[in-house]
Structure formats: structure tokens, C-alpha cells
């Protein structure tokens, strides 16, 4: 990992369109320097729950945890490539 949580990998893709919203938490992470720079630079517009608003995530932490449990915890994959693969067949079946 890199500075401000964004992987090395993740580092040469497509950003997002301009004027694209990211909303998160105020963990750590994304409350960094490194990673609100990186978000400006590109024209991304920042939004963070209130502290203490789990109530927000509500459905992505449910649709997070389905996923783990019907899914990655069932399997091993040996590549990244099976596991996108897998992954990408329980989101879309």
C-alpha cells in the first residue's frame, strides 16, 4: 500500500470521471492527507458521514458481508484474475 491507502495497483487505472462523488467513512484512511490530495488532484468531489453514522452504510456493509460469507469464505482461488472472476459470477450470476 501506498500513502493514504490507495494500493500500488490501483495506482496506474482510470480515475474517475470529473465531478464524481466518493462517500466514506472517517476512518483514518480517508481522512489522510495523501488521499484527500489525491482525490482533489483529480476533481473528485469528497463526502463523509458524520462520525458515528454507521446508519449510512447500512446496505453496502450488508451487501459486504454477503458477499464474504456466500462467497470468499467458501473458496480458495489461486490467481486474482479466478478470484475477480469469482467474485464477478456471484454479483452477476
Do not use: H
Request: hydrophobic share 35%.
Amino acid at each position: 500500500m501506498v500513502p493514504g491507502g490507495v494500493s500500488s495497483q490501483s495506482r496506474g487505472r482510470a480515475a474517475p470521471p470529473p465531478g464524481a462523488i466518493i462517500n466514506t467513512d472517517q476512518g483514518s484512511q480517508f481522512t489522510s492527507f495523501a488521499w484527500i490530495d489525491r482525490l482533489k488532484r483529480i476533481g473528485t468531489r469528497i463526502s463523509m458521514d458524520g462520525t458515528g453514522r454507521c446508519i449510512d452504510n447500512v446496505f453496502i456493509e450488508r451487501l459486504w458481508r454477503s458477499l464474504k460469507y456466500e462467497c470468499v469464505y467458501l473458496r480458495t482461488w489461486e490467481t486474482e484474475s479466478q478470484a475477480r472472476a469469482g467474485v464477478g459470477r456471484w454479483i452477476i450470476p
